[in-house]
């Protein structure tokens, strides 16, 4: 008998429910059901070619160059990734005052060949990708003209108190900043699970 269900749609909640069974964590479907995001920004040269590693240093940042505490959620929180975006910053070096935001590949175009790698406990789920399809113009799943996010085809599942970190192969590039710290950004959105004391406790 053929298991027609195995082809069918899972949705972020019930994916995050079924990774977290396998893994012995059946408690968590019973937490909050939240949207959750975990982001990161890392100081970068402008035009210099090179890997970034986001999240890996979170634990010596605070706001709002990081959400995190640690490159791991906590227990009883897990996220479905979604949807990713890829942001610059320019930071003023005299006041510290952020002065520019925008999507990475809005701002500097040919950073749409950058190759995009994420690892979960030192195990790839995405290797090697470009940021082209978050580039406006082919963006196939952005529903608008102007929507510049990645989007993954699959909902990628981040467990709690499992470490993570995400890779950006930058190529040389006609990114600038004067006077300026320049700092690009990555920012995980999705369906998560946050603590329910009231379920679990």
Do not use: W
């Not at 999240?55 to 160059?65: I, M």
């Not at 520019?100 to 701002?107: K, P, Q, W």
């Not at 113009?137 to 467990?159: H, R």
Request: proline share 4%; charged share 15%; hydrophobic share 40%.
């Amino acid at each position: 008998m053929r298991n027609i269900a195995a082809f069918k749609n899972v949705t972020p909640g019930a994916k995050l429910a079924m990774v977290n069974q396998k893994l012995g964590n059946p408690g968590l479907k019973r937490n909050q059901g939240s949207s959750v995001e975990c982001y990161d920004y890392v100081q970068v040269t402008p035009g210099a070619a090179g890997v970034i590693r986001f999240f890996d240093a979170v634990n010596t940042k605070t706001f709002p160059f990081t959400n995190l505490q640690q490159n791991q959620l906590q227990v009883g929180e897990a996220l479905a990734i979604e949807y990713i975006a890829f942001t610059r910053i320019e930071v003023a070096r005299t006041t510290g005052v952020i002065s520019s935001f925008s999507a990475l590949t809005d701002t500097v175009n040919e950073l749409s060949l950058c190759g995009f790698s994420f690892l979960l406990d030192n195990s790839r789920t995405i290797k090697n990708n470009s940021l082209v399809r978050s580039f406006q113009s082919l963006n196939t799943k952005g529903g608008t003209a102007v929507n510049s996010l990645f989007y993954p085809d699959t909902d990628l599942t981040i467990p709690p108190q499992i470490t993570f970190t995400a890779e950006l192969n930058v190529p040389a590039n006609t990114d600038t900043g004067t006077d300026v710290d320049v700092y690009y950004g990555i920012h995980l959105f999705g369906t998560g699970a946050i603590l329910n004391l009231k379920s679990n406790v």
